[in-house]
């Protein structure tokens, strides 16, 4: 089993979301039930794909951009950020992840698929735009952040999107920060992205535990010339809410990392429970209790086989 912030989440909200997620969605074709999950694992609402779309534009074209040592460029990451929109929008609208043979890796950056497409209601023009409005707003909230841009600026190295992964009390955790910048002289800078129109929501956990997982994975090789470890109190975290154009910075002490990774050992600890020493094939939907909020249902990709499985 492999612990993330994210699936952490998921357990909490609805044990039988995180079972088909998590631990039924993997790549399979030979399987038909798990090749059907790990498709719906693939859906999005306009809202999350809004925010996937500025990830990329911003993991394509400025992080290069700053590692190249160049001016970044507004226009150039709207024009990418517009590319990827389009494309995407094409591509999920016509609902293609239902399409014969359709493997959504080879499709990389034009894949999108939409949530309320496959539950047969319709995605409004009005809402698309909206979702662009948004993503322009947020890349050009982000270019107006001096202060931050100054500092990726000096950094020696800046890596997007990298998947780091390190051992807690017997179990795999992993975490995949929006961002790392590595300096010569100061320890690193953790950026997360978030694209909430309210921005209300505290990220402290999910950031610690990226901050533990750079201080405690494998160093990579990419960033071994500028990085050889160091304590997590010291790792700079930003939560950069680019729609509320606000940014909150996090810092921790030896008690925030005990409690983060007394939260990691509980979590894990309770899906491991769930788990009761089983794997697939051997686990079924009906092990794994629903959420009793049907709210929950709403942004849900796998209701089909769950509410088909109950009846």
């Known amino acids: 089993m492999i612990w993330s912030f994210t699936d952490s989440r998921t357990f909490a909200k609805c044990q039988r979301r995180w079972y088909y997620d998590a631990m039924l969605g993997y790549w399979n074709q030979k399987d038909p039930c798990r090749w059907e999950a790990y498709l719906l694992s693939k859906l999005q609402s306009v809202s999350a794909w809004r925010g996937q779309v500025v990830d990329l534009a911003i993991t394509t074209t400025l992080v290069p951009t700053l590692n190249a040592r160049q001016a970044p460029s507004l226009r150039r990451c709207l024009d990418r950020a517009r590319q990827i929109f389009d494309t995407q929008r094409t591509f999920a609208m016509r609902h293609r992840l239902r399409e014969a043979g359709m493997v959504p890796s080879q499709h990389k950056d034009s894949f999108a698929a939409f949530l309320s497409l496959e539950y047969q209601q319709p995605v409004e023009e009005t809402e698309l735009a909206q979702a662009w409005s948004e993503v322009e707003q947020a890349i050009t909230n982000l270019f107006g952040m001096d202060a931050l841009l100054g500092q990726l600026r000096a950094a020696r190295l800046c890596v997007a999107q990298r998947a780091l992964t390190f051992k807690h009390e017997g179990v795999s955790v992993k975490a995949v920060p929006d961002l790392i910048a590595f300096y010569d002289d100061r320890p690193p800078l953790i950026v997360d992205w978030k694209v909430h129109a309210f921005g209300t929501k505290d990220y402290w956990l999910q950031l610690v535990t990226y901050a533990l997982a750079l201080t405690r994975c494998t160093v990579h090789k990419d960033f071994a ?21 606000r940014i909150r910075e996090h810092t921790l002490d030896e008690d925030d990392v005990g409690e983060v990774e007394d939260m990691i050992a509980d979590s894990a600890s309770r899906m491991s429970l769930a788990l009761d020493g089983r794997k697939h094939p051997e686990l079924r939907q009906a092990d794994f209790p629903a959420t009793s909020r049907l709210e929950n249902c709403s942004d849900c990709p796998f209701r089909k086989p769950c509410w088909e499985g109950d009846e």
Do not use: K, S, Y
């Open 225 to 245: 010339r500028v990085f050889q470890g160091c304590d997590p109190t010291t790792i700079r975290l930003a939560e950069v809410q680019l729609l509320t154009n």
